[in-house]
């Protein structure tokens, strides 16, 4: 069941919808007619505490703090079945990967999306391939006759994680240690 929420419009933010819109242009959350198409066809509706039509609803009323902070920006597995299936030609997708831009910007990140990005940093891979886990894969991957792991370009993987905003991730957390 959801919550009901009471805010007054002091608490507001009425320029969050604008901002939103002026980025996203023609894909604009000012067409939604709140009609829960996109809700209907979501494949992780169930684990979400903003389903997609709640989230637009949401930035139209200027919740900017209670979607940046929602776990259903960040739960999205960007399947764009949203986007596909709605009939005004909102582009769902495009809108939450703005939002997740906007909440890493504003430091509200979850620790387990930050900690992978700082991972991909400092190994190039998602899965640190050191020690004795990368013997064990080199093991497995020789008997099976596969070839060798080749390292990733460690400056390219960091100058991308740089240029989209996430590098300073891995610089407070050098920062913490």
Known sequence: MTQMLKKKASELDHDFRYEISEKVG?????????????????????????????VVASCLLG???????????????????????????????FILALLRNMAVKEGKIPKEYSTTVVTLYHNGFVVPYTGGLKDNIDRRRNRMGLPQIVPPKLEEIQFIIEETGLGGLAKEEEDEK
Do not use: F
């Open 63 to 93: 919740l900017k703090e209670e979607v940046l902070t929602s776990n259903a920006i960040w739960t999205c597995s960007l399947c764009h079945r949203c986007t596909e299936r709605c009939p005004k030609n909102v582009d769902y997708s």
């Open 26 to 54: 023609a894909k604009s959350l000012l067409k939604c007619i709140q009609c829960g198409v996109c809700s209907s066809g979501c494949t992780v509706t169930e684990y979400v505490d903003l389903q997609p039509h709640r």
